[in-house]
Structures are given as structure tokens and as C-alpha cells.
């Protein structure tokens, strides 16, 4: 099992190129599946959830080349509408193909997410949402049967603006005869961004990055080349390094206007950042201040995502900051880790007080799942001394090379197997 091995409080200085967005490549490769095409896709990321979703592809039947960042999918000999449970259980996200199936095949099968059982529980929304444009739904031996007779457009409400209902309502209506709506859709920039692709193969959808989105259904879908949109996510996490070494780093590739509630709490916590269309400069602050309470919301407020990379920065400024976990009820488990590392943290709940600044020491340390391994990162680039991550994979879901990128930048950090 990999680890990483960071030596802490070396400044960090230099640019970055930030990755193409995992949560808008994801979508966009289901997608693909539409088309009678070929699609080329640029700017993928070399990630782990990327390669599970081309084994789901070709699972699918369709043939997938990689060339440095660019995929090209072909879907010409796709012939199943089935996700084995192998593929389900190691990226819960393969629910993001169950539109798309069901608008190729009119029928789809794919294994529980996780394995849990139908009923009130995080894939409601997208099977409720399903039902109304026509699809049956029925449950036996850990497997979901989807199938549809006649899929009708529908108005949808969501009653929560799931990111991946949302998408899996565009892809499943895209080519369904008249108008979808769906009223109190995710808002967030991954969604604009499968609009785009999908607007280019020939869908004619509007209002991604509104809460109302309108798709008119059409009866073909073609080939076309796409670039994903810059990873946000992981350009605030490499904004949070620079910030807790004092350095100064410059992110090309990335795109400012999609970060404005993570600028803010950098701006808001000492740092100064500029900003044009493709770049963002980090300059350090003169000395780190805590900002009070941030609460995960739904885009375009503060993400979910970025809450434990954050709460590392946090432990660093001076003051009380109070993180509020809106989204997702079990993303605190980096806590007890940063706690080991000499931060100050109390939890109650969904709330977690952190009172900075601590002397952060490096320690053997384990990563639980994604983010809150790079919250690991983040806090050992603070931290006296070595910090040993345990876990990688769940890091490398999410950053692409996470150890090459911080290297070039001064940082001492090495992966270890
Ligand atoms: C996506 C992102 C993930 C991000 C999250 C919130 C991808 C691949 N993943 O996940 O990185 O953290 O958005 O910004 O894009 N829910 C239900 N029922 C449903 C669906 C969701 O109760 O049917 C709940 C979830 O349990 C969660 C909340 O809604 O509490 C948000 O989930 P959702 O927006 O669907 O997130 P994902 O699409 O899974």
C-alpha cells in the first residue's frame, strides 16, 4: 500500500497547472455513451474514479483509448445496459450512468450503490426523479431493474438539489420527445459543463447554473471534442497549501469565476489573491486569521468538498473557526487525525470548533476518503517534522499526482509503496 512522506514547513513556490474537474469528467463520460460517435474528451485526469469509469465504459461495449489527458470514447459497439457489482461498489458514482442507459436501451440494471437497499436513502431522488419520466423500477438480489416502455417528459422538483439527480435526469431526458423541466437543480459548474457537452453533440438543454434547467428532447445525439473545466476543488486545495507555508503560488488552468465562496475565505483569513480568466496568484498572508462559521451548502456556496482541506488551513489562524457540515453527515473523519497532529478540534455533530493556532507535529497518520486526505496533506505541510499519510488511493481519486505537483513547488514530499 502506498503512503506519502512529507517533510513539513518548507515554503511553497511555484505554478501549477490545475487538473481537468473529476465531478465534470464523471458525467461527461456517461454521456459519451449517447452519441452514435466518436467523442474525444481533453483535459481528463489521470485519476482513479477516471479509470473505473472507462472499465464501466467497456463494460458497456464501447471502446476507450487514453493519450496523455485526451480520452476518446467509442460507443459504435456498446451492447450492454448492465454495471457489474464489482464496478458499483468501488466508485458509487457509476449511478451517474443510469440516465444515460436508460435513454440508450430503455431499460438498465445496475447493482446497489454500496449495496443498500431501496427506500429512503441517498439514491431516492435520482430513482423518484427517474419514475416520473416513465421509468419502473423494481428491486431483487442486490440488483435494480430499470425499464421503459414509453418515457414522457416531465416537470421535476427536486426536493434537494442533488448534483448527481440532476445529471442523471439531463442524461435520461436529453433524447426524450418534448419538454423536461427540472425546478431546484444542483447549480454547480460541473453541471454547466455537461450541458455544454451535451448541447454539443446536438441536445438543446438551458439554464445549468440556474435552478431551473429545460431540456427539449431530440432524436439523434453525434460525436463531438470537448475540454473539461478546471478541478475548483483541487485549485482551493492547492491555494490552502500555499497558504499554511506562507508561499506564493500561481494556478494556471484555473477559473476563478467558479470559487468565489473558497476566494472569499481566503481573502477573508489574510491571504491576498488575484484573479483573471485562466490564473490565480496567492500571495501570503502577513499573519492567518481565523473567519468565525463556514457551513457546506449547495453550489455556489461553500462546498462540501473543500470543508476538510479548509479545516487544516483553520488550524493554522489565529482565532475560533466553526465548520458546519450541511452536506454529507460523515466528512469529519479527518479529524481525529489532524487532532493527532496537535490540532485543536471539538466535534458535536455536524459542527466542529477549531481553535488555531496549534504547532502542528508530524505524525503517522490515515487517510479515510478523499478529501480528508488532502486535508492531511494540507495539515503536514504545517507540521514539524515527518508526516506519514497512510491510504493514498483514496487521495489519488481525486489528485493527479499529488506528490509531483507539491514537489515542483519546494515541498519535500515523497510516495512511498
Ligand atoms: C457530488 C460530487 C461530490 C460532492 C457532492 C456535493 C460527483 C461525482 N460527486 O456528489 O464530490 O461532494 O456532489 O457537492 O460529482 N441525496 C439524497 N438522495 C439522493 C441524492 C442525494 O438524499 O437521491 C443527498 C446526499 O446523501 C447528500 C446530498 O443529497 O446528503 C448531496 O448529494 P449530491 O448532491 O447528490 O452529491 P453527489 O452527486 O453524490
Known amino acids: 500500500m502506498s503512503k506519502l512522506v512529507i517533510d513539513g514547513k518548507h515554503k511553497m513556490e511555484g505554478e501549477i497547472y490545475v487538473q481537468g474537474s473529476k465531478n465534470a469528467v464523471l458525467p461527461i463520460l456517461a454521456a459519451a455513451i449517447l452519441s452514435d460517435g466518436k467523442n474525444v474528451i481533453y483535459n481528463c485526469p489521470k485519476l482513479r474514479d477516471v479509470d473505473m469509469t472507462i472499465e464501466v465504459l467497456k463494460n458497456l461495449g464501447c471502446r476507450v483509448k487514453r493519450e496523455k489527458n485526451s480520452l476518446e470514447v467509442d460507443s459504435y459497439g456498446i451492447h450492454s445496459y448492465t454495471i457489474p457489482e464489482e464496478l458499483m461498489r468501488q466508485m458509487r458514482s457509476s449511478i451517474i450512468f443510469l440516465g444515460a442507459i436508460i435513454s440508450k436501451f430503455g431499460k438498465a440494471e445496475i447493482s446497489m450503490p454500496g449495496g443498500c437497499e431501496i427506500g429512503n436513502r441517498p439514491i431516492d431522488l435520482h430513482l423518484k426523479s427517474l419514475r416520473q419520466l416513465g421509468v419502473e423500477i423494481t428491486e431483487s438480489h442486490g440488483f435494480i431493474h430499470c425499464h421503459a416502455e414509453n418515457l414522457q417528459p416531465a416537470y421535476i422538483h427536486l426536493d434537494f438539489p442533488s448534483v448527481g439527480a440532476t445529471e442523471n435526469i439531463m442524461l435520461a431526458a ?31 438543454i438551458s439554464g445549468a447554473g440556474g435552478d431551473t434547467i429545460v431540456i427539449d428532447g431530440v432524436h439523434k445525439l453525434y460525436g463531438v471534442e470537448h475540454t473539461i473545466i478546471p478541478d475548483r476543488i483541487v485549485a482551493a486545495t492547492y491555494l490552502a497549501c500555499a497558504a499554511v507555508t506562507g508561499g506564493t503560488v500561481v494556478l494556471k488552468n484555473a477559473d476563478s469565476s467558479h470559487m468565489g465562496a473558497m476566494m472569499n475565505v481566503l481573502k477573508e483569513v489574510g491571504c491576498k489573491v488575484h484573479a483573471d480568466k485562466s490564473k490565480i496568484i496567492l500571495l501570503p498572508a502577513k499573519k492567518l486569521t481565523a473567519v468565525g462559521t463556514l457551513k457546506t451548502m449547495p453550489y455556489p456556496g461553500f462546498p462540501t468538498d473543500i470543508q476538510s482541506p479548509f479545516m487544516a488551513l483553520m488550524t493554522q489562524c489565529d482565532g475560533t473557526s466553526i465548520f458546519v457540515e450541511n452536506i454529507f453527515e460523515n466528512r469529519f473523519q479527518h479529524i481525529e487525525e489532524l487532532v493527532r497532529m496537535g490540532a485543536d478540534i471539538k466535534v458535536d455533530g455536524r459542527v466542529a470548533v477549531v481553535i488555531g493556532k496549534s504547532e502542528l507535529t508530524g505524525a503517522k497518520v490515515v487517510a479515510r476518503e478523499l478529501r480528508g486526505g488532502a486535508s492531511l496533506v494540507v495539515a503536514a505541510l504545517a507540521a514539524e517534522g515527518i508526516t506519514e499519510i497512510e491510504n493514498v488511493k483514496y487521495i489519488d481519486r481525486g489528485y493527479e499526482s499529488i506528490e509531483r505537483v507539491l514537489s515542483l513547488c519546494g515541498i519535500d514530499i515523497k510516495r512511498k509503496e
Do not use: H, S, V, W
Request: proline share 3%; aromatic share 4%; with cysteine.
Open 174 to 204: 436529453c433524447m426524450i420527445d418534448g419538454r423536461t423541466t427540472i425546478q431546484n437543480a444542483a447549480r454547480e459548474p460541473e453541471i454547466a459543463d455537461l450541458q455544454r457537452f451535451l448541447n454539443r453533440m446536438g441536445a438543446k
